[in-house]
């Protein structure tokens, strides 16, 4: 004969009595884990739960992310209150909080959780700290002193005004007529060739006069009248 399963009703006085045994917290997981050892399938559990809570035999309050449950029990001290001073107590208090506090692994997961994130707290602060001396080391580095203020900036000054004259000039010679320029240029290449034709003639005539004469090249020079710049441009 196949052996009569537990009816809803047996089972959550079960989970209710795994509760009683304890006087404690209990969060989801916890009686998951419990509730086979006394008979009754971990998927389960959630429901009865709910039902239990329902029937006001259970309380429930959310704590962080999950829900935590106790039994109804008037004749202990209120475990409504007893969660609010869990709930404002610091993390490490959290976890040495008499009888009614969650005695799995995650209280030791939630002080391992909160130990990481103080120490990783005090060195954001050590950083900010630090980077905020270097800004103010940096800050002062760029100070300078009014009489420096004023050099750099008749120093700039002097360059604006040098720019500024570079700008007329440069607009001066970008009106300048091509034409005019190239005809200036031809008539430049004219005058040098001329010069340099007159110039020979000048050599020929000084040298006929010595040949004829036997007087030496600077008495020449004196009796034509050629300076000593003809000889450098000759």
């Known amino acids: 004969?196949?052996?009569?399963?537990?009816?809803?009703?047996e089972k959550k006085q079960i989970l209710y009595d795994i509760m009683l045994e304890s006087e404690s917290f209990f969060i989801?997981?916890?009686?998951?884990?419990?509730?086979?050892?006394?008979?009754i399938r971990s998927l389960f559990v959630k429901d009865l739960l709910q039902q239990l809570v329902d029937d006001n035999k259970v309380k429930?309050?959310?704590?962080?992310?999950?829900?935590?449950?106790?039994?109804?029990?008037?004749?202990?001290?209120?475990?409504?209150?007893a969660i609010y001073l869990i709930l404002l107590l610091p993390l490490p208090h959290f976890c040495?909080?008499?009888?009614?506090?969650?005695?799995?692994?995650?209280?030791s997961t939630l002080q391992n959780s909160y130990q990481e994130m103080k120490e990783k707290k005090e060195e954001y602060e050590e950083n900010a700290k630090r980077e905020k001396e270097d800004y103010e080391e940096f800050i002062n580095s760029l100070s300078i002193s009014q009489e420096q203020l004023k050099d750099k900036l008749e120093k700039a000054q002097t360059l604006m005004n040098h720019l500024d004259d570079k700008k007329k000039k440069l607009e001066n010679v970008?009106?300048?007529?091509?034409?005019?320029?190239?005809?200036?240029?031809?008539?430049?290449?004219?005058?040098?060739?001329?010069?340099?034709r007159w110039n020979n003639n000048i050599s020929l005539v000084k040298q006929w006069i010595q040949d004829r004469t036997n007087k030496p090249s600077d008495t020449v020079d004196r009796l034509l009248g050629i300076k000593d710049i003809f000889n450098n441009w000759n």
């Open 174 to 196: 970008k009106k300048t007529d091509i034409k005019h320029i190239e005809m200036m240029k031809m008539q430049n290449e004219c005058a040098v060739e001329s010069i340099q």
């Open 1 to 9: 004969m196949k052996k009569k399963g537990k009816s809803n009703d």
């Open 60 to 81: 429930s309050e959310k704590v962080g992310l999950q829900n935590v449950y106790w039994y109804v029990n008037t004749s202990v001290l209120p475990i409504r209150y």
């Open 28 to 39: 989801l997981k916890e009686l998951e884990a419990l509730a086979p050892k006394k008979g």
């Open 96 to 107: 040495f909080f008499p009888s009614r506090v969650l005695k799995t692994e995650e209280s």
